[in-house]
């Protein structure tokens, strides 16, 4: 069973989505400890209602970002964390966070990144006139949404799509990704071979066109 911590700062619906999987016995891991940086975080309640052991570190209770950081870092490590897990955790971690858990902090985004990086990504997203968008979960490294991929789920933008209704979509395929991304690490299938990550076993290269081919 993978040990996981799970980094959040809001409404936890990703948390949700590993709580469930987890309930369901689709995924082997447990989530050793939620550390939220909100106590307004709805992803609180979450983990009441589903016995999930949950911290509130609040950096406003640090006097510097290493300390705040190193807070959070001592926490995961005291449960036995091996995989963290960054779910909508709205904050940039240091080098130094990284490199207690090397290669074991993920993230995901709701973009195809290097796509549209940072807040408001479904936006951006929609602004552009991508014709597809999506979601990735990434290795977190020191640069920001920009770490390598582990997987992406493509969704295509339709033209009367605003950022809410896009970010909808998208978040469908969040749930899917991210459980799928940590069961990866729990049967130990993920090699990280600099940029490139590869998945032991697992089958690649499905196509989509966004507005479809027709015939010409
Ligand atoms: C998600 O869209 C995630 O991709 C982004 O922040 C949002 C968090 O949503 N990093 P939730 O808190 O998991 O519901």
């Not at 609180?44 to 209770?61: A, L, N, Y």
């Not at 959070?72 to 955790?89: H, N, P, Y």
């Not at 789920?153 to 990704?177: G, M, N, Q, T, Y």
Request: contains cysteine; aromatic residues 6%; hydrophobic residues 40%.
């Amino acid at each position: 069973m993978l040990k996981i911590g799970v980094l959040v700062s809001g409404r936890g619906s990703n948390l949700q989505a590993l709580i469930d999987n987890i309930e369901r016995g689709t995924l082997q891991a447990s989530i050793e400890l939620v550390v939220s940086d909100n106590p307004k975080a709805y992803a609180i309640e979450r983990c009441k209602k589903h016995g999930v052991r949950c911290e509130v570190i609040r950096r406003k209770e640090y006097p510097t970002k290493e300390d705040f950081e190193e807070a959070i870092a001592r926490s995961l490590q005291s449960k036995g964390v091996e995989l963290v897990v960054l779910a909508g955790f709205m904050r940039i971690l240091s080098k130094r966070f990284l490199s207690y858990f090397p290669e074991r902090v993920i993230n995901i985004h709701p973009s195809l990144i290097p796509a549209f990086q940072g807040l408001h990504a479904q936006k951006q997203a929609v602004d552009f006139g991508a014709k597809f968008s999506g979601c990735t979960v990434h290795i977190v490294d020191e640069s920001v949404d920009a770490g390598p991929i582990i997987i992406q789920a493509v969704v295509p933008v339709l033209p009367e799509d605003d950022e809410d209704s896009l970010s909808e979509r998208i978040l469908k395929f969040e749930h899917r990704i991210l459980p799928q991304s940590v069961q990866w690490f729990a049967e130990g299938r993920v090699k990280v071979q600099g940029r490139r990550v590869l998945i032991a076993g697992a089958k690649y290269g499905e196509l989509p066109v966004n507005p479809a081919l027709e015939k010409f």
